[in-house]
Structure formats: structure tokens, C-alpha cells
């Protein structure tokens, strides 16, 4: 966690809990961890854990079942679709960092490609 940055600690942990999700770290249908037990592991207050959480079942990646806890949803497309998001995010900002280094799309393409199969 970066507690200096300026985005919302319980935003940064969105991110994390989508991209364990869409990574397959945690499966489909799978049991997520509790509140305290994330807020342990990420040294935050449970009620930060929870917001994050809120919002993840909000986007339709999470469920909870009545009394027997929160769980990954086992919707694929659903999955995918914020896979798809969080690429994009991810792109955009790489290509706005090659420009302002001053590479064309031609280098960056190149770079690329070198890194991607060595």
C-alpha cells in the first residue's frame, strides 16, 4: 500500500483485490478472505477493507451470501470485462510514459516486442 499517494487507500485496495481476482489468485466462486483478515494482512482499518469490498461486489466480482460470507463471483464475462478495463487502464498509462520520454510508436513498439520475447 502506498499511504502517501494520492489515491484513496481503499481504492488502491480495490485494485488489488480486482487484479487477484482477474489473475485468478482468487478463483471463481472462491471464498474471499474476511475483513480482518485483509485489513491485518494489509496493516489498514477494517472499515477501509469494507469500502473497498462494497465497491468490488458493486462491480459485480464479489456476492455475498447470507451467513455464510463474501464470495467471488463466478460470472467469466464478468471477469473478463474488468480484466479488459483494467488492461486498457494499464496500457494508457505505459503510452503516455513512452511519449513524455519522447518515443515514437515505432520505438515503442520495438522495446516491446524486444522485452516480450527475449
Known sequence: MDFDAGVPIWSQLLDRFQRRIVSGDWTPGSQVPTVRD????FGVNP???QKA???LERTGLA???RGLG???T???SAIGRVGRELASETTNNFVSTMKSLGLGKTETVELVEKIWEP
Do not use: G, S
Open 53 to 55: 469490498l462494497a465497491e
Open 63 to 65: 456476492e455475498t451470501r
Open 70 to 72: 463474501r464470495f467471488v
Open 38 to 41: 485483509l485489513a491485518a494482512d
Open 74 to 76: 463466478a460470472d467469466l
Open 47 to 49: 472499515n477501509t477493507v
